[in-house]
């Protein structure tokens, strides 16, 4: 379906963000943390984890559950059939490790900026490579309508870190921590119970000696997310969306409120680094109006003269 439906309209305005305290999204969090999964109780943990990584990370919800590009043949965004097709399976429990900083224990996370090292449109007079929405040769002005796309894609992968007495990397080591060692909640005390490889089919909770029997196929799938290079987020873009959804936000939100109360503390520099000089539409940032006013006195007094 050709873009045109875009013309002249934002896809998102300033008012899609409303700028959130902390501890409004804590409350987010806790709904999420509180979504009843009669079959797999465990995926409350999960959906907590993704809002808050997205938050915490600054990422968008591709470069945490991953993404294959191009989605379809569509022809508005490849004007030639081209062999080429860019898989990014996503964040991996390997992806994490606890290090530190000077004197701070952060959890640290490795992860590839999608907005980064995207194709490029080629010109067919001057060979140069432009932007891929581009209408004209940006070097030597000829029209891109008959261009050619170049068949790779250079890889950007980053580093980011967050400090780990953060109180909402609970919830992101809590669904790591589960993936690392499976285990459920006891259905009589609620303690957990590990599940380990063997031949038996039943688990007993060390607590209160409640027998629990699993199927072999739960066993299995459970010990196989155990891997040190499974997905830490074994969905797709369009079950995130869900997720979020019925939360009432959307997958870049907390994005953009990270990056709103950055904004008051960062530089324009900074805060594009802190974005992992990633592409951000800075007209959602919101600032504070206290914020403003101390800044304006500040720059007052500099230039009084």
Known sequence: MPQSWLVGKKRRSQQSFPPITRSEFAKYLERARATQYVRQPELAMRDASLLAFEFLYKTRVSEGVGRIYPESNRKDLMLETVDFKDVYEGVKISDFQIAKVKDTDVLRLRFRVLKRG???RIC???QKRNAQDSSFCRFCGATLDRSKFDCKLREVWAFDSVRLDDPFVTYVLEWIEYLAQPYF???KCNEKVRITPSESQ???CEKCGTQTT????EVRRRLNVARPDSKVWNIGRQRA???MNALGIMN???RHWRATQLRDTH???ELKEALHRATIPFEYVHHTESRALEKTEEADKMWQG
Not at 214 to 217: A, E, H, I, M, V
Request: with cysteine; hydrophobic share 30%; proline share 4%.
């Open 214 to 217: 699993l199927s072999k196929k």
């Open 124 to 126: 067919l007079q001057c």
């Open 252 to 254: 870049h939100t907390q």
């Open 185 to 187: 909640r006891c259905s």
């Open 241 to 243: 969306w869900q997720i």
């Open 118 to 120: 995207r194709r490029k």
């Open 202 to 204: 039943v688990f007993t």
């Open 267 to 269: 530089d324009p520099f």
